[in-house]
């Protein structure tokens, strides 16, 4: 009996040791395949950002106008600033809880929809001056009881 | 003596009937448990290398859409798409309501053109030949252009005094929960092919399963694996992998190695334990083993065994208790698909600043 204890301890161990070094490389595939949505949703939020100013100098507004508001953190999507924008796609201030939806055209948005795992946070700051703004944004999700971010940086400036 | 009697008796006892049972049984509870883990593991796998495989190449073609678009200019001649436009959105799936193809000048003066067309990614560049450029191993749900955040407009002009902004979404169905394909033909559970965990066979996974090599171009219209469909044998030959080409009411399964005979009429028992009816003139229906094979339900009647008899199209698959419409619409959530989105805003501005 003893030997046949020690033998199902044996197995027992190597089998929990595969599936126990092959769990975390689960996780991890899954994590870099979010993290790789994220990238895209966080350089739409940069590109959404710039549009606007593109917009703003076109129509003779201030550079600025409205971005400027976003120090705190601001909410956008590929709506945002556009004709098709409703009261759901405008700018406004970041809400934690309020999570990037698919909306029924199958578009990352905060239209009505089934929610996504992530939310996404623009903020704009001034660091040199008026003429630069430096645009941060920032994709929070969650997975499997852990907290991932993805974060990028790019500065836009003054053409008027 | 009687000591070394002792010892030899202990040394030639040997193991008992329940000692041995017992030994059996754990090994064989252990060994269920390493293969159902193995299993596991390799399927896992599986997902992971499709994943990072679709990550590289859906990386690749993100970036180098994006890129291009961002880089369009607008075409003053009229030689690419109409002259003052900057982009024109191609490809309008009207049932849907989106484009899911995009027109432009480059920055070169090239006329390129990105669209999805059976299923895959392609482009053209001035007119030449189209080229697949995200692996057709991949099954894309969609693909849609939108100018503006608004999904009506087709174009986008100098004179829209609005810096043109183009979003582009990709949804690319994840591996271990794949499409749902209409017109799927009934298939068994003991057939031999890839199946996901919900045993749905995996169409465009790069593996000419055996149920592909038999089912061919009807359950896997797009994302063939096998490349040339083989004829089914005709009604009285044999079974061939659970495949017959039965007669003029159309294909049906059957039980290996058996004759292909007709299934049974409306109203007749269903017999042929393939849970298949020939029902009406409308087409095939499921049925359960013994009952009764009865009318299968119509466009615009409950859906009650899977199936609907759609339309022109053919037979296609609906969920129990909903109403069986015309080819019922393909449902995604971003629980079974990959979706990337991104959005480009032009890179030099309509209008000069200066203006």
């Not at chain 1, 953190?73 to 009261?87: L, N, V």
């Not at chain 1, 809880?97 to 903020?123: C, M, P, Q, V, W």
């Not at chain 2, 690749?60 to 690419?80: F, H, M, P, Q």
Request: aromatic share 10%; hydrophobic share 35%; glycine share 8%.
């Amino acid at each position: 009996m003893l030997e046949l204890i020690v033998t199902i301890a044996i197995l027992s161990f190597g089998i929990v040791a595969v599936y126990g070094a092959f769990s975390p490389l689960v996780k991890l595939n899954n994590s870099n395949s979010m993290r790789f949505r994220a990238m895209y949703l966080g350089q739409e939020g940069f590109e959404v950002v710039r549009n606007i100013r593109d917009n703003n100098v076109i129509g003779a507004q201030s550079w600025s106008f409205l971005i400027d508001a976003c120090s705190q953190g601001c909410q956008a999507d590929y709506k945002t600033g556009t004709s098709a924008e409703t009261s759901d796609n405008q700018l406004k201030p970041y809400d934690d809880n309020n999570f990037l939806k698919i909306n029924s055209d199958g578009l990352y948005s905060y239209d009505a929809g089934e929610n996504t795992i992530f939310k996404r946070k623009i903020t704009v700051a001034q660091p040199m001056g008026s003429d630069v703004l430096k645009i941060n944004v920032q994709i929070f999700w969650d997975y499997s009881g852990e907290s991932f971010n993805y974060e990028t940086v790019g500065y836009l400036y003054n053409w008027q | 003596m009687k000591y070394l009697t002792g010892i030899k008796n202990k040394k030639s006892r040997g193991v008992t009937m329940i000692e041995l049972v017992v030994v059996l049984a754990i090994f064989m509870i252990m060994i269920s448990v390493a293969v159902t883990l193995f299993i596991s593991i390799i399927q896992h796998q599986r997902g992971i290398l499709y994943e990072q495989e679709f990550t590289n190449q859906a990386s690749y073609v993100t970036e180098y859409i994006s890129r291009t678009i961002r880089n369009a200019k607008k075409d003053i001649l009229g030689d690419c798409i109409s002259a003052g436009e900057i982009y024109k959105l191609t490809n309008y799936d009207g049932s849907l309501g989106f484009y899911s193809g995009i027109k432009f000048l480059t920055e070169t003066n090239i006329c390129q053109q990105f669209f999805m067309s059976a299923g895959t990614l392609n482009e053209i560049k001035d007119g030449g030949v189209q080229q697949n450029i995200l692996s057709d191993k991949f099954t894309i749900n969609y693909v849609r252009f939108i100018i503006n955040g608004d999904k009506t407009l087709e174009r986008a002009f100098e004179t829209d005094v609005r810096q043109p902004r183009v979003t582009f979404v990709l949804s690319v169905e994840k591996l271990n929960q794949p499409i749902v394909q209409n017109n799927l033909n009934p298939f068994e559970a003991t057939d031999v092919y890839a199946q996901n965990n919900n045993g749905i066979p995996i169409c465009g996974d790069g593996i000419c399963d055996n149920w592909e090599a038999i089912y061919c171009s009807n359950s896997c219209p797009l994302f063939n694996d096998c490349g040339v469909c083989p004829v089914a044998p005709p009604s009285g030959y044999s079974c061939v992998n659970n495949m017959c080409l039965s007669d003029p009411l159309g294909t049906d399964s059957c039980s290996p190695n058996s004759l292909c005979g007709d299934l049974p009429i409306t109203g007749r028992s269903c017999t042929n334990n393939n849970n298949i009816c020939v029902s009406s003139p409308n087409g095939v229906d499921n049925c359960t083993l013994g009952l009764v094979c009865g009318t299968p339900p119509t466009t615009g009647s409950s859906c009650v065994s899977g199936m609907c008899v759609g339309n022109s199209s053919g037979i296609n698959t609906c969920v129990v208790g909903s109403i069986c419409d015309t080819i019922p619409p393909q449902v995604y959530s971003s629980q079974n698909a990959i979706i990337i989105q991104t959005t480009v805003s032009q890179k030099d501005l309509i209008i000069s600043p200066t203006d």
